[in-house]
């Protein structure tokens, strides 16, 4: 028997006005909010992100080409692979998680064809050891055979710049951009916010469970200083510095 749990909030509540909404909402202890409002129960020890989905969710815009982006994966069979593409504002220091999939008992051969049309270009973060830890390399080959089947993967697993690969350190990164407003997600993103919400602790330990999105996107933050530019911007640019456009007879 397959389970599936499926989460409303008051945001799904249509036959409420948004005024009545922020109403009901404001009406609540402020430490009752979450569960109330938007259904995300007190877990084990207690979430991942104290963050209010507020704080991180954006409407989906349309990416600035010269922004530098990222992909990243988290390997799995029985319980999901993920994706994720990260675009890097430099300027401001924003993180935007722009995309994001997942899905269960997929070889890296049907997962290319989902993920290349995101651009053949982009590179991938990818983890040390695809969950496997008494395989020692077992992420290396995963991440092979990925690249064999087009993706752009990174040459070595996702780490720190000091070459560390702690997870502890992944997720304080993750809290302290979205505590300060330097990470944001897609509203539509909704698998994602499914797992944030979920993302938990028990007995001070992380829970793996449900837990692949979030996997995949501290792979990207870990890796942000691989994150490059679409190709297709420099190209732009030189146009615009004056080189010929050799379809330009034919525009």
């Not at 420099?234 to 525009?251: E, I, M, N, V, Y």
Request: glycine residues 6%; contains cysteine; proline residues 6%.
């Amino acid at each position: 028997m397959t389970r599936h749990v499926t989460f409303m909030t008051i945001d799904d509540a249509e036959h409420y006005t948004p005024q009545q909404r922020a109403a009901i909402v404001s009406a609540y202890p402020a430490h009752e909010r979450e569960a109330r409002a938007r259904g995300i129960p007190v877990l084990g020890s207690g979430r991942i992100f104290p963050v209010a989905e507020e704080l991180i969710a954006c409407e989906p815009f349309r990416l600035p080409r010269y922004w530098p982006r990222l992909g990243a994966l988290d390997f799995g069979w029985d319980h999901p692979s993920a994706a994720v593409e990260l675009a890097w504002d430099t300027e401001a220091d924003v993180v935007y998680v722009a995309k994001a999939c997942r899905a269960s008992q997929q070889t890296p051969a049907m997962q290319a064809l989902t993920l290349k049309p995101w651009g053949e270009w982009l590179p991938w973060a990818w983890p040390r050891d695809g969950r496997r830890e008494t395989l020692e390399g077992a992420g290396v080959a995963l991440a092979r055979q990925y690249a064999a089947h087009g993706l752009n993967m990174l040459s070595s697993h996702a780490q720190f710049a000091d070459g560390s690969v702690s997870v502890e350190a992944g997720l304080m990164e993750m809290l302290d951009r979205m505590q300060s407003g330097r990470f944001k997600v897609f509203s539509t993103l909704l698998p994602w916010f499914e797992e944030f919400r979920l993302y938990h602790r028990k007995d001070g330990q992380v829970v793996k469970l449900r837990d692949d999105l979030m996997a995949a996107t501290r792979y990207g933050v870990m890796m942000l200083r691989q994150a490059v530019v679409d190709p297709a911007e420099f190209k732009t640019a030189r146009r615009k510095a004056g080189q010929s456009d050799p379809l330009g007879a034919f525009r």
